[in-house]
């Protein structure tokens, strides 16, 4: 009975398909250019002084060309009919949803901008009309992961879009990361590489916090992606990364570049292990979440700090920086030990 409810309700909700999702992908990639071209402005121009630049126009065009992709099929075709839930393709809901939040956020932050000036700095990153547009350009940015999951679950298997269908999947998660290291740019690791300061006390403090936050915020976009599709395409590790390690040096003229480019290799070499990984016994013991926490952070700090060797020189201590990599791998190892399978055992017959 559950199975034919279950088929009912899948018959009435329509897929997408790769093309579509590869569309919403790629607007995705506009909107979020126009948010770092936006960010380099409030940073580089202390002068701004209005709503109306040509940084919003691109954050603003972004943002519309990737709503318009978003709008139903029918909705273009005609007149639709039956329920609007049978309108929306699969997996689009939220970014539908997200787009009116992002208008309603839109109008929130011209007003705030004329009562209230143009921000700069971390005000800028923490006013609360830029966190609502955080939260709704999130909602929709995510959207061709959420449809290739329900692409995923419809075929009943646990298999995933392979190939070029994955690409939507890929830059999904690239420019999402990308937005959310933004908004979190006052604790990247990889443009401040605190490694290289000498300071002591609350200095070294913020610099372990920072590797902590931005573990946190790789390894569970991984993660996202892996629990939606039940796997993790190749090249996810190193999109996830470079997002997360690049795109913010527009902001101090990519000041500490070596920093920020040679995690990538410890990405590269996480990507070849967590495709092996998922290939083998951890797959079928279901293991391969607490491998990736695991994996991720253990080989990309290292090659960060390498980096920071190499350009800067690593002020910290044995125990600091090495202290570093393993403490973001127990905590990587937490999140994806999150996602473990549970089983219950009867006490009495061990089963």
């Known amino acids: ?45 202390p002068s701004l002084e209005t709503f109306f630049t040509p940084w919003h126009g691109v954050l ?15 909705l273009w075709r005609g007149r639709p009919e039956g329920a609007v839930r049978t309108w929306v393709p699969a997996g689009y809901g939220l970014g539908l949803l997200g787009a009116i939040l992002f208008a309603a956020g839109g109008v929130f932050d011209m007003l705030w901008h004329i009562t209230f000036g ?59 990361t990308a937005v959310a290291a933004f908004f979190l740019d006052y604790l990247s690791p990889f ?22 936050t931005y573990s946190v915020l ?53 990507d070849l292990v967590v495709q092996r990984v998922q290939g083998g016994v951890a797959r079928r013991a279901g293991t391969v979440p607490l491998a990736i926490g695991v994996v991720v952070p253990l080989l990309v700090w290292p090659t960060h700090l390498l980096g920071v060797r190499l350009s800067l020189g690593v002020a910290w201590s044995l125990e600091l920086w090495s202290g570093v990599v393993v403490l973001t791998v127990l905590a990587g190892a937490v999140l994806g030990g999150l996602f473990l399978p549970f089983t219950t055992r009867d006490p009495e017959t061990g089963r």
């Open 60 to 74: 603003y065009s972004g943002y519309a060309a990737l709503a318009i992709s978003l709008v139903p099929a029918r």
């Open 1 to 45: 009975m559950a199975s034919t409810v279950s088929e009912r309700t899948a018959a009435h909700r329509p897929v997408s398909t790769d093309r579509r999702d590869l569309i919403v992908a790629l607007a995705s990639v506009w909107l979020a250019g126009g948010l770092f071209m936006d960010g380099w402005a409030h940073s580089h121009v």
């Open 218 to 270: 790789v390894v569970a976009a991984v993660l996202f992606v892996w629990s939606r599709l039940g796997r993790v395409p190749f090249g996810l590790v190193t999109f996830v990364v470079a997002a997360a390690s690049v795109p913010n040096g527009v902001f101090s003229d990519f000041e500490n570049l070596s920093a920020q480019l040679w995690p990538l290799l410890g990405a590269v070499l996480a």
């Open 191 to 212: 443009t401040d590489a605190p490694a290289a300061s000498s300071g002591y006390g609350n200095g070294q403090a913020l610099g372990m916090a920072q590797y902590l």
């Open 118 to 176: 143009i921000e700069v700095n971390l005000e800028a990153l923490l006013s609360p009309p830029h966190l609502l547009l955080l939260t709704a350009g999130s909602l929709m940015i995510a959207t061709p992961v959420r449809a290739a999951a329900a692409k995923r679950d419809r075929r009943d298997g646990p298999a995933s879009p392979v190939g070029a269908a994955e690409v939507p999947v890929l830059i999904s998660a690239t420019s999402a």
